[in-house]
């Protein structure tokens, strides 16, 4: 379990020659040294990690979102994807085929504790899991790039037709099950303005979640 540190410090390197300059999370321990050349090491600045100056946004809507995970293979995608949920306020993450759980020993690596703070369910089939969901109402949203989807930029407030959302991210390399997709209510592309064709499956659904949740809370 990941804990929850108050403080830390940043530490510099005595060694002119190298100056390596680097955070550190012990603050009391005065021995640490430079974890490039060897030489001692001192703290130049301490860090209060409690302390969150952030202006707090009202973001709260009527709408509910949640995320369907179809077969993402990384812990730490997963991981990551659930402090990203938990920073937009989903109420749910559903885990579907090999996505792997909070259980797995390395998820906090990345969750950094996020699994405390939302709910999940682990599904086996993610066809099954999406019908779940749209019988009860909700709209699915694949991102995914297909012939059909709609670039993301170009999603409108009035495509958001429910109030209760679910977002599906695919599988890093085969992206989201064909008949997943056939079920969605509406499929979105991200665009690409560099020369990767893709982004990360985590990068891509924190970038359509603050789109659509900022679309909702206009």
Known sequence: MTKT????????????????????????????????????????ETIDLSKDYRKKVNTKTSVQFVSILDNVRS?????????????????????????????????????????????????????????SLKDIGYQLISIESTAGSVSLIKVQKEDLFC????????????GIDPKVISLSDLVISIPIIGTNKSFNVTTALGIALFHLITLISI
């Not at 403080?7 to 012990?26: G, M």
């Not at 109030?163 to 085969?174: Q, R, S």
Request: aromatic share 8%; net charge positive; hydrophobic share 30%.
């Open 163 to 174: 109030n209760k959302i679910a977002v599906i991210v695919g599988n890093e390399i085969t």
């Open 75 to 131: 812990i730490y995608n997963v991981g990551a994807i659930f402090r990203t949920a938990v920073g937009y306020g989903l109420s749910h993450v559903y885990l579907c085929g090999i996505t792997p759980t909070p259980k797995h020993r390395k998820f906090s690596k990345t969750s950094l504790g996020a699994e405390k703070y939302i709910n999940w369910k682990k599904s086996l089939n993610c066809i099954d899991q999406s019908k």
């Open 5 to 44: 540190l108050s403080h830390a410090v940043i530490r510099e390197c005595k060694n002119p020659e190298c100056k390596f300059r680097f955070p550190d999370t012990n603050s009391i321990d005065e021995s640490i040294c430079c974890p490039i050349c060897g030489s001692a090491s001192v703290k130049k």
